[in-house]
């Protein structure tokens, strides 16, 4: 992949524009007739001390712009004095860069030598930052400082759960593997069409906790196997058919979930979508074809490097606490599935409440440059100076004429919520004209949006309204007319992939409720930390912040892949124990028993590795570190502890219910009973009883300690 990655891989690139949206069509209208203006503009902000003028700095102030105009991409400088961009008090101002590229085109880190000349720039008396929605834009991707502890912890739980240093090492290794193959074939795919270059740290760090878990699941059961006295060779068969099955189908649905994103019809999310199935599936062929071949070749020395010296024998179903707990759910279900379900509507009922919004510099760390200039020109002008609004008249079209546009652009500034307009700009050839509409608030602000309708609802047919504000608010009415559209595709195919997998009705229907309150829950949680600011200073920011759209969205496919995977592995075990007692209660018992603490471990692992992205500078990371830790602990504790077992005893044998027209058509699919197929097969055992009854076999005794 990565010889495939070097000779083809293509660039990276934000895709931000609604099909068929004005902003989109007013776009496409100025690089047919007017290019100049689609040119990227960055803005180098001056800032004097109270009490004093710019003007009192103009020298140097000239010769920072002398030195700006003699950068590489810069066309021209039109400075503050001469423009007229200084602010009522004098202190602020600002010069504008017009650039021979356009928005995005220079990548991320392509302004990162104009940042630091104007670095340079300051004095003790003059203060120069560089902004502008093209420098925001194009910033350097901020990692988190946390992201090796997040695999530091990995290991730590691998080494706890397994108790040699090999075991242990195996699914961090395999992961990485995984990651770096997928990241290749990212790569290759950026060739044909652009992909975000947010793609590779959302992709990466979704295909590390994956890429762990399913090699975790694999060796765990791996392990099992050879306690309970099976040789290597039959031990790992047995493993691939049964758990490495269930990685193949989990897989499957996380895939399923992140292609889903191209539903919207967005394409920096189509983007991310493609390249987490990527990773996934890269994740996928590891842990069915890398990791056996692995396991093969180490054999016994799989469990070099023990970390307690004597080897403690590993214990029977009723001895686990995980049997207990579930007995105990199974007796009293209902005040268990009432309580579980009550709090989880609890901590879900914030997301009714729930804003989101675009990311904008003013929610950017503030000790970046495009953060203080977006606040020096909000001091300085208003907060509308940094979300223009984009006016575009298209003169060769019936409606406003040349000569109207000086009353247009009057009717628009006496529309209610903007502050002011800028002289018109007309294209060489006379037939289009460009002016900016400065509203009274900001571009995170709703009334923003509301003015922007204002504007729209006034304007003739030739006229169009553009920008980035206008982007994103169209980007957020597609991703509304989208969202039904994309949820629901998500929702059936994964109820199907499950009915195929379980033949079951009830099974699917219910891992699809639980796992939209998993969600619900974890959408509950940002609302309350990040809008209201609950919490907020314990997790680096500063108050309230808007919740980023694009990250509710692309947080609904990874955890309800995610939260498959968790059901596929505990539900094909308590299967298995069914089809072999034919007792729903003890199944579901002995299942959470040989899946609870390995489940538990890869919890654990993700929460550990989502939780990295939290000590992120940059909100939206933090946004979807924690969002995605919250609903894993939710999903491993009071949905797979509590809402499975209680919801399961109360159902019964209708848990399998699956009408008899629908099994004859369906295909036969199978995740479960594997682990005993190198035995003859046997009836359901009439006389079986749990507990310490009849007396089992030691090898089916037998569970992972």
Do not use: C
């Not at 712009?65 to 423009?83: E, G, N, R, T, Y």
């Not at 490495?244 to 889903?260: C, K, N, P, Q």
């Not at 034919?582 to 993700?606: F, P, Q, W, Y």
């Amino acid at each position: 992949m990565f010889a495939l990655a070097g000779s083809g891989g293509g660039a990276f690139i934000d895709a931000f524009s609604a099909k068929g949206s004005q902003s989109e069509r007013a776009m496409q209208l100025l690089a047919e007739k007017f290019p100049e203006a689609t040119h990227a503009q960055a803005l180098v902000v001056f800032a004097v001390d109270d009490g004093e003028t710019l003007q009192s700095q103009q020298p140097v102030v000239d010769e920072v712009l002398a030195d700006v105009a003699q950068a590489d991409h810069v066309v021209s400088v039109a400075d503050p004095f001469s423009s007229g961009t200084i602010s009522d008090d004098g202190r602020v101002g600002y010069a504008t860069l017009t650039l021979d590229v356009t928005p995005g085109e220079l990548g991320k880190g392509g302004f990162v030598p104009l940042t630091e000349l104007v670095d340079a720039s300051n004095t003790a008396d003059l203060r120069v930052e560089l902004g502008g929605d093209a420098v925001f834009l194009d910033a350097p991707d901020e990692t988190s400082p946390l992201e090796g502890v997040g695999i530091l912890i990995a290991l730590l739980v691998l080494l706890v759960a397994f108790g040699t240093v090999v075991a242990a090492v195996v699914p961090i290794g395999l992961a990485l593997v995984a990651v770096g193959a997928g990241i290749g074939g990212i790569f290759v795919l950026a060739s044909i069409m652009d992909v975000s270059p947010s793609a590779i740290p959302i992709a990466g760090i979704v295909g590390l906790g994956v890429g762990i878990d399913y090699a975790l699941f694999i060796v765990a059961r791996y392990r099992e196997n050879r306690s309970a006295g099976r040789d290597n060779s039959t031990a790992l068969a047995d493993a691939m058919s049964s758990s490495g099955a269930a990685v193949v189908f989990a897989g499957g649905t996380v895939i399923i979930a992140m292609a889903s994103l191209a539903f919207t019809g967005l394409g920096a999310l189509t983007s991310i979508g493609l390249a987490t199935a990527i990773v996934v599936l890269s994740a996928v062929a590891a842990a069915t074809t890398l990791l056996p071949a692995l396991l093969g070749l180490l054999g016994d020395r799989i469990d070099t490097g023990r970390l307690v010296r004597r080897h403690r024998p590993a214990r029977r179903a009723e001895e686990t606490a995980w049997w207990r707990f579930a007995h105990r759910v199974s007796g009293r279900p209902w005040p268990y599935l009432i309580g579980a379900v009550f709090a989880l509507l609890a901590f879900a009922a914030p997301a009714f409440a729930m804003q989101t919004a675009w990311p904008a510099a003013g929610d950017a760390p503030r000790d970046t440059t495009y953060r203080q200039a977006y606040d020096l020109l909000d001091e300085g002008f208003g907060p509308g100076i940094n979300g223009p609004l984009v006016v575009v008249v298209d003169l060769e079209v019936p409606g406003v004429s040349a000569d109207g546009v000086s009353a247009l652009a009057e009717d628009i500034r006496t529309s209610g919520r903007i502050a002011s307009v800028t002289e018109p700009l007309t294209s060489a050839d006379g037939s289009t004209v460009v002016f900016a509409a400065m509203p009274t608030t900001g571009p995170a602000d709703l009334e923003t949006s509301v003015a922007l309708a204002a504007v729209r609802d006034v304007l003739p047919d030739n006229v169009y309204v553009t920008g980035l504000t206008a982007m994103t608010t169209d980007l957020n009415g597609q991703l509304s007319d989208t969202l039904p559209l994309f949820m629901g595709a998500v929702l059936i195919a994964s109820f199907l992939l499950l009915m195929l997998v379980f033949r079951s009705v009830v099974v699917p229907l219910k891992a699809v409720v639980m796992n939209m309150l998993s969600i619900g829950a974890a959408y509950g949680v940002l609302v309350a930390v990040f809008q209201w600011g609950w919490g907020s200073s314990l997790i680096g920011l500063e108050g309230p912040t808007p919740i980023t759209s694009l990250i509710i969205v692309i947080m609904f496919p990874i955890l309800f892949g995610l939260s498959m995977d968790y059901e596929v592995f505990l539900i094909s075990r308590i299967r298995e124990e069914y089809e072999r007692t034919g007792d729903n209660t003890e199944s579901v018992a002995r299942g959470m028993a040989g899946t609870g603490r390995v489940i538990t471990s890869a919890a654990l692992i993700m929460i550990a590795v989502f939780l990295a992205l939290v000590a992120s500078p940059v909100p939206s990371l933090k946004m979807l570190g924690l969002g995605l830790a919250t609903a894993i602990l939710v999903d491993a504790t009071l949905v797979r502890m509590v809402l499975v077992p209680a919801t399961m005893a109360l159902l019964g044998k209708a848990n399998w219910w699956l009408p008899g027209w629908l099994d004859k058509i369906l295909p036969h699919l199978t995740v479960e009973g594997a682990a005993h197929d190198s035995q003859p097969e046997r009836e359901v055992d009439a006389t079986y009883r749990p507990a310490t009854g009849g007396r089992m076999s030691d090898e089916e005794e037998l569970v992972s300690p």
